[in-house]
């Protein structure tokens, strides 16, 4: 089915799809603009992804297109024909990606994973703006669009790519659409297959979900079909698991609560919600939590969402009910991480990702045990929790007060609230405004301490010197011969400990 629709068309993009088009139409190769990019532009929706299926040998083309555009050319498959392109413009990158033309063009969008992807044009030559095209639509892409519902186009399309089961949720989570009953009821059939999804591609869509506003919604949603046990078995024992009396949830409920909390926390910090009134810190901690994390394109907001997910993941096997009937979940935080390092692993997360996210979750009970304390965190204690956290100190402060919002739910307490918001307030402005805390100058080195006291090389030069700066933050020594007084105590009381 053809019908005339118009496509909105930015600039960049424009100038980018002329020059493929003049590319490929100087060679003689037919080629279509399928799928996302279609939805997206039919939408309005920004995107910097365009994906062209072509008549010929993708992989040769590829190259020589990769030469042409200045871009840098990733093969995806060379089995079945399909590369990338990511071409630098105008400071961003696009991805421009290839697949080898199955059969006529309606042939080929059958064979698409859902209908609103199962849509092409005519690559031509596009001007910025309004665009009228021909659009090829045999499934009736469109009017799921206009609906905005999620269908598959046969009832083979996840046992075709087990990653459609996710990529459902996905699109779901990114276009604010839902996925069909009879869509629902294949993916339930199939679940099982989510397990031969390779854990680069799980990163891939899971990593896109998390990046939405929505992603709290979404592991509902994947939890209510029966995907989410499959794909974290860790977390399937958390359900059932009590808490104390101030927990509203079970352990499984209050992770994911914990990840809509960071949504809604996000969202209230750009629009200067209540829930931030009299911060000062919102634009540090906006700018910060908006970069990206590794070549992926995940950012820390989205990686807090999978520190959020996973931060309880180890209260089922630590938790102990005292004679008294105190619940309590020792270690968990610790055991929790290393737990998390495996299933990150398992995803495919690079090194930077996972240490991010297990150092959150490791250190995740610290700003609330220093807003539970009788007195404002101390210089020393804040230099401790800035060097133990190291990149993941503002992310691991986020989670916490999302911790916070997850663990009461309805019995919010404002004044408990501001109190935890108070203290993390006090931290990072500590933190930046004191450079003693921040980045102590160095008073001593281990080559002065191995003169001055006879020591040899070992880990108790960097102890002492670490034991130096711990004291510099706290403000006790300020000087070369303050410092080494304080060693010389150390040193005394120690030499007295071992006699």
Not at 168 to 191: M, V, Y
Request: net charge negative; proline share 5%; with cysteine.
């Amino acid at each position: 089915m053809q019908t005339q629709i118009t496509l909105s068309v930015r600039p960049d993009a424009a100038a980018l799809l002329t020059r493929l088009d003049s590319f490929l139409r100087s060679r003689g190769i037919k080629s279509y603009l399928v799928g996302g990019y279609v939805r997206d532009a039919f939408i309005g929706r920004p995107t910097r992804d365009i994906d062209l299926t072509l008549e010929g040998n993708v992989i040769t083309i590829g190259h020589e297109m990769a030469d042409a555009l200045e871009g840098k050319f990733v093969l995806l498959d060379e089995v079945h024909q399909v590369a990338r392109i990511v071409v630098p413009m105008s400071g961003e990158k696009w991805c421009v990606d290839l697949a080898a033309l199955r059969g006529t063009i309606e042939e080929d969008l059958s064979k698409r994973d859902f209908t609103i992807d199962a849509i092409a044009v005519d690559l031509i030559p596009f001007h910025p703006g309004p665009n009228a095209v021909e659009l090829i639509d045999p499934l009736g892409g469109v009017p799921d669009i206009e609906r905005k519902m999620i269908r598959a186009t046969s009832e083979t399309v996840f046992l075709d790519d087990p990653a459609r089961l996710l990529r459902a949720f996905r699109l779901a989570a990114e276009l604010g659409f839902s996925i069909t009953p009879q869509t629902e009821t294949i993916l339930q059939r199939d679940k099982a297959l989510v397990r031969r999804i390779s854990g680069e591609r799980v990163h891939d869509e899971l990593g896109r979900i998390l990046e939405t506003d929505h992603a709290g919604k979404a592991l509902r949603h994947l939890d209510r079909l029966g995907l989410l046990d499959l794909l974290v078995p860790e977390l399937t024992t958390a359900k059932g698991v009590a808490q104390p009396p101030e927990h509203h949830w079970d352990v499984f409920d209050h992770s994911i609560e914990t990840v809509i909390a960071v949504e809604r926390l996000w969202e209230e910090l750009i629009a200067g919600g209540e829930l931030w009134a009299t911060f000062k810190f919102a634009d540090v901690i906006k700018a910060h939590l908006g970069e990206t994390v590794g070549g992926a394109g995940l950012t820390r907001r989205g990686l807090i969402k999978m520190a959020a997910l996973l931060h309880d993941v180890s209260k089922p096997e630590t938790k102990t009910v005292e004679s008294n009937g105190r619940v309590r979940f020792l270690g968990h935080a610790q055991m929790g991480a290393q737990r998390a390092e495996m299933i990150l692993e398992r995803f495919r997360f690079s090194a930077r990702e996972k240490k991010l996210v297990t150092a959150a979750i490791e250190h995740h009970l610290r700003p609330g045990y220093l807003s539970n304390a009788p007195e404002p965190p101390t210089n020393r204690a804040i230099y401790r929790y800035f060097r133990d956290t190291g990149d993941a100190a503002i992310a691991t402060l986020f989670l916490s007060l999302a911790d916070h919002l997850a663990t009461r739910g309805p019995a919010f307490d404002e004044e408990t609230w501001h109190i935890h918001l108070e203290v993390t307030e006090h931290m990072l402005a500590q933190w930046m405004e004191k450079e003693t805390i921040k980045s102590p100058p160095k008073l001593l080195d281990g080559h002065t301490l191995m003169k001055e006291f006879g020591l040899k090389p070992g880990p108790q030069i960097g102890r002492l010197l670490e034991m130096v700066r711990e004291a510099q933050a706290a403000g006790e020594i300020e000087t070369e011969t303050e410092a080494l007084d304080f060693v010389r105590k150390e040193l005394g009381i120690n030499h007295g400990a071992q006699r």
